[in-house]
T-cell receptor, first 115, second 111 residues
Framework: DAGVIQSPRHEVTEMGQEVTLRCKPI?????LFWYRQTMMRGLELLIY????????DSGMPEDRFSAKMPNASFSTLKIQPSEPRDSAVYFC?????????????FGSGTRLTVV | SQQGEEDPQALSIQEGENATMNCSYK?????LQWYRQNSGRGLVHLIL?????REKHSGRLRVTLDTSKKSSSLLITASRAADTASYFC???????????FGQGTRLTINP
């Protein structure tokens, strides 16, 4: 398996623009997570899905953030409009409920810079 | 707020020495996990210890868990330069399948 695949690896955008981050989880995994990592706040859980259904979005900062999972092999995190404080590394991770001992598998992340 | 807090925030040792990192958490858990993050990369799962376990080994890694003190430690024996990374503990105290990560310990192994 190629692991969790995120795109793009780097994104630089201007304030006010829409940004879409993409994630392909590991085949067969039934949970998908979006995390944001910054020096100040560390790793923050934004939202997670189970079998494509959003379970907990309490970590989504505000209405400018939205996430979808239209099928088991694809998820997007959208920021509209983007602001400089959204600059961070965004990670997608997936896991299988029946294989808790294996933990999460993380993608390589998308480094977002909003100028 | 962070569920797990690692200590120390940074640790620098010589190659071959042992490295110990600690993690404290606030609520009851089902399990605690440790992850490694190399610079510019995603996190990699190292080991999971369940709340009814006190110690677990995996290669050069040894993890302990004290649920009465709500703390865990990760020991890396015979450290190597390739162990240089940040190490995070993660707990599921806020719900199954919902991991909350600490701020991490930045480990540097000097050759």
């Amino acid at each position: 398996d190629a692991g969790v695949i995120q795109s793009p690896r780097h994104e630089v955008t201007e304030m006010g623009q829409e940004v879409t981050l993409r994630c392909k989880p590991i085949s067969g995994h039934d949970y998908l997570f979006w995390y944001r990592q910054t020096m100040m706040r560390g790793l923050e859980l934004l939202i997670y899905f189970n079998n494509n259904v959003p379970i907990d979005d309490s970590g989504m900062p505000e209405d400018r953030f939205s996430a979808k999972m239209p099928n088991a092999s694809f998820s997007t995190l959208k920021i509209q409009p983007s602001e400089p404080r959204d600059s961070a590394v965004y990670f997608c991770a997936s896991s299988h409920a029946g294989r808790v001992g294996y933990g999460y598998t993380f993608g390589s992340g998308t480094r977002l810079t909003v100028v | 707020s962070q569920q797990g807090e690692e200590d120390p925030q940074a640790l620098s040792i010589q190659e071959g020495e042992n490295a110990t990192m600690n993690c404290s958490y606030k609520t009851s858990i089902n399990n605690l996990q440790w992850y490694r993050q190399n610079s510019g990369r995603g996190l990699v799962h190292l080991i999971l210890i369940r709340s009814n376990e006190r110690e677990k080994h995996s290669g050069r890694l040894r993890v302990t868990l004290d649920t009465s003190k709500k703390s865990s430690s990760l020991l890396i024996t015979a450290s190597r330069a390739a162990d240089t990374a940040s190490y995070f503990c993660a707990t599921d105290g806020q719900g199954a399948q919902k991991l909350v990560f600490g701020q991490g310990t930045r480990l540097t192994i000097n050759p």
